[in-house]
């Protein structure tokens, strides 16, 4: 298991890049949350992409991406899909906390912390963002058909061609 500990505030001021993925088994909150069943047949992925910044906000600042596509069990059908997120933070590192923050929701401050792990980072944040009440976003009680009912293959293409 990887452990990704950086010093949050020397990787923004030095401008270092770090881009890199872990299996959501290594994250034991966020697998409780999700549908892990034998039949998941590629362990589900988070990459990730952080970069540290010292200009852009004038101060340190990192900003993170994190890519991945979680399964779960649609509320509707309960049928397991996956929900696909694609995040962005930014992030200022200070010693002190950042009053004026609060008014701002597009920015986080982080303290700054010469081992901070950023995998519970990334974990916390794929935490808030996992809907609460996750389904399909086409109407999926047409789609849990039941047997005999399958669409012919063929019929659907020949529509498709004129
Ligand atoms: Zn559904």
């Not at 881009?19 to 034991?28: A, R, Y």
């Not at 990730?48 to 004038?58: H, P, Q, S, T």
């Not at 397991?80 to 923050?101: G, H, P, T």
Request: net charge negative.
């Amino acid at each position: 298991m990887k452990t990704f500990i950086i010093n949050n505030l020397e990787f923004a001021q030095t401008q270092q890049k770090l881009i890199d993925t872990f299996e959501v088994f290594d994250c034991k909150r966020l697998t409780e949350m999700l549908v892990i069943q034998d039949k998941n047949v590629e362990p589900a992925t988070i990459l990730f992409e952080l970069a540290g910044d010292c200009k852009r906000f004038r101060q340190p600042s990192m900003h993170l991406n994190i890519r991945t596509k979680l399964p779960v069990i649609c509320q509707r059908c309960l049928e397991e899909m996956l929900v696909e997120l694609d995040l962005s933070f930014d992030y200022l590192i200070s010693k002190v906390a950042i009053n004026e923050l609060d008014e701002n929701d597009e920015m986080d401050w982080l303290e700054a912390n010469i081992e901070m792990n950023l995998q519970e980072l990334i974990e916390d944040e794929l935490l808030l963002a996992l809907p609460i009440a996750p389904t399909h976003e086409n109407s999926c009680g047409k789609l849990s058909m039941q047997s005999g009912e399958k669409p012919n293959p063929f019929a659907i293409l020949k529509g498709k061609i004129k």
